[in-house]
């Protein structure tokens, strides 16, 4: 085992993965930019290596200060967190021929899931159901009506190389189409990414559920149960749990069998999510995408398993057994609390004045900010994940209302009203709802 890890990201994050290091006994560095020096994780770190101005591009996404970063602190691993760098096929090349452990899959797998066409072909091979859709870049407008012709109304419009929803459009008719088409490849030239653009056959009220896999060390994968994700605003998670209400054991128990054969067929290692839009009717599901990293909402796995899945990359990417994967049981939710207006989901950066955590049994919050820090515009708005767990999914509910009740942010807008008017709503408390959900709400 190495002795020291780098955390090469920020806010949350950095801080549930600086808490396993540390726990394991090694040495944690953490890396911040100007606007981040006061966050708990740079305290809470060994070592703290400031990358510069508060813009990303010239921090947290400048691979060679992040690696000098890794350089000058003498860390011998690089852990990416989600987000930023972690899912550059690049960056990871880079990690490992400077010498540094990457704690992720191969740059080989990143690579070769990380376009949506590419992975949606390889899924196909390997056996895994993907909806019906284009094989090869749509490149025009013209290319995409008759693509969509073939398919069938309603199609899906995506970016080949977007993450979290970025490009995503969903197009009911020709005219939809081009406007989803145009956004689409705005949003590829916006993030400076694959320009190509994806089409395929959209789900009606789907589900968006997803399998964790764990790519392991002696070379087998294992499924180790799944979330359903399905509360979400422009295509973005808000709310997940684990297990998903809203799938029967035959259709979970096909769901982990696929996962573990898509991450066979990249030779994965590591912790990786097999994200799959599930038809609740048919009871039947397609593959999405498979994000090479570990999930923002990973904390709800945790609570169902007992697995520290932090430790297990730590421990996968040293080359030593992570131990035996339990069945899940119970039930857990997460929360994300944003800074931002819970009726337009605008972001609302502010300083923090007050914040006192919730606590009690079942409850467990993963913060990036306290009382005195200011949440700025510069990077994605999370401000926490508040997490429960209860042995049935009624009384998880039961906690999740308390908690939130006990949750006071003051400062910066935020969406815990949100997250109280959601529980309040019949279809998420008798656990029958879609992607749909929260614009129906809104």
Known sequence: MFESVLVANR???????????????????????????????????????????????QSYLD?????????????????????????RTDFARDVVAAGLTWIGPSPEAIERMG?????????????VPVA?????????????????????????????????????????????????????????????????????????RARHVEVQILGLADGRVVAVGERDCSVQRRHQKVVE??????????????????????????????AGTVECLVDAEKQDFVFLEMNTRLQVEH???????????????????AGEPVGPIPEPRGHAVEFRVYAEDPKRFLPGPGKIDVWEEPAGEGVRVDSGYTAGNTVTPFYDPLLAKLCVYGETRAEALDRARRAIAGFTVTGPKNNLPFCAELLDRPEFAGGDYDTGLVSRMR
């Open 63 to 87: 691979a060679a200060k992040v690696l000098e970063a890794a350089r000058t602190s003498g860390a011998q691993a690089v852990h990416p967190g989600y987000g930023f760098l972690s899912e």
């Open 241 to 270: 749990e684990s297990p998903s209400p809203g799938i029967t054991e035959d259709l979970r128990e096909r769901m982990l069998k696929a996962a573990v054969r898509a991450g066979e067929a990249v030779g994965y290692r590591g």
């Open 115 to 127: 376009d949506k066409i590419n992975a949606r072909n390889l899924m196909e091979q390997a056996g």
């Open 299 to 317: 904390p709800v796995t945790e609570l169902v398993t007992g697995i520290d899945l932090v430790e297990a990359q730590l421990r996968i990417a």
């Open 132 to 204: 019906s859709g284009t094989r090869t870049p749509v490149t025009d407008a013209e290319q995409a009506v008759a693509a969509a012709a073939e398919i069938g109304y309603p199609v899906m419009v995506k970016t080949a190389g977007g993450g979290g929803g970025i490009g995503m459009g969903v197009a009911r008719d020709e005219k939809g189409l081009v406007k989803a088409f145009e956004a689409a490849a705005r949003a590829a030239a916006r993030s400076g990414g694959d320009p190509a653009i994806l089409l395929e056959r959209y789900i009606e």
């Open 11 to 57: 806010g949350e994050i950095a801080r549930r993965i600086v808490r396993t290091v540390r726990r394991m006994g090694l040495r944690a560095v953490a890396v911040y930019s100007e606007a981040d020096a006061d966050l708990p994780y740079v305290h809470e770190a060994d070592d703290a290596v400031p990358l510069g101005l508060a813009d990303p591009r």
